[in-house]
Every structure is written in structure tokens, then in C-alpha cells.
């Protein structure tokens, strides 16, 4: 299989729900247990919108151990998982995308690996086409749900 030709799980094609978190974290569980590497995902949202909350449960429910952090700082953070390894970068303190080398981009996207980034937007035209994009978004009717965009 071509390292850039993702299946998207049943649980994140097309779709839109409103969820609290509690739901949230259940659907990135099942997400998790539905993904097969190699599999980018791609996590968009204002800051505190639960982007990391969704990488964590994406993470649990792929079979990851360990707790999973932010990599704000670090940048890329990985995991061993029973299917394959698992990838979560945090690009927010990236400011153009040729600073991606440093961290081995291109290693890391065309591993077999499940891949989760946050604040993809920063990778520019260096992101793959290829790629499950979800995002999240604050309700201003409803502070305690977020709205999430899949596929």
C-alpha cells in the first residue's frame, strides 16, 4: 500500500456532530479501535477546543499504553501501540514549514504508523493530500459540547 493512501475508518467518514466531552473521548476511542496504519489525522481547532483530548482517547483506543501528553514543546511524541507506532505532533510553535525537517517529517509521514497533528495548518503544502481531516469547534450557544467535522 502506498505509504500516502489512508482508509478512512467507518466511525470518521463525512460527518458533523455536536458532542460533550465524555462523547467526544468515546468517539476517538472507537475511532482508534477502527484505524489501521498507516492512517494521518489531522486535528484543526482553536486552542482549548479539545484537540489534545481527542488525540488521547484516538490513542487509548489504538491500543496505546502509556499516557499520552501534549507535545507542545517536544513537538512529536511516540508511542508504541500493538499495531503499529503512533506519531502525535503538536505544530503550534512551528512557524514555516521547512522547520518540519528537523523533526523527520517526511520519516514520520510515510511511516506504517498511525499519525495524529495538531495544528496541521502549519505544515503548509508539506501536508499530504492523503489525509483524514477532523476539526473541532466551540458552540457559542452550548460552552460544555463541541462541534465536530470529520472526513
Known amino acids: 500500500m502506498d505509504a500516502h493512501h489512508h482508509i478512512t475508518p467507518p466511525r470518521a467518514r463525512a460527518g458533523r456532530s455536536s458532542l460533550t466531552e465524555a462523547e467526544l473521548v468515546k468517539w476517538g476511542e472507537a475511532l482508534g479501535r477502527d484505524a489501521r496504519a498507516p492512517l494521518l489525522i489531522t486535528l ?63 520519516d514520520i509521514i510515510t511511516a506504517h504508523a498511525l499519525v495524529l497533528v495538531e495544528w496541521p495548518e502549519r505544515a503548509g503544502n508539506w501536508l499530504p493530500a492523503e489525509h483524514l481531516p477532523i476539526a473541532l469547534d466551540y458552540l457559542p450557544d452550548d460552552p460544555s459540547r463541541r462541534l465536530l467535522l470529520a472526513g
Open 44 to 106: 484543526t481547532g482553536d486552542l482549548g477546543a479539545g484537540k489534545t483530548t481527542l488525540a488521547q482517547a484516538i490513542c487509548r483506543g489504538y491500543g496505546v499504553a502509556a499516557d499520552v501528553t501534549s507535545p507542545t514543546y517536544a513537538l512529536v511524541h511516540e508511542y508504541a501501540a500493538p499495531r503499529s507506532p503512533v506519531f502525535h505532533l503538536d505544530l503550534y510553535r512551528v512557524e514555516r514549514p521547512e522547520e518540519l525537517r528537523n523533526i523527520g517529517w517526511d
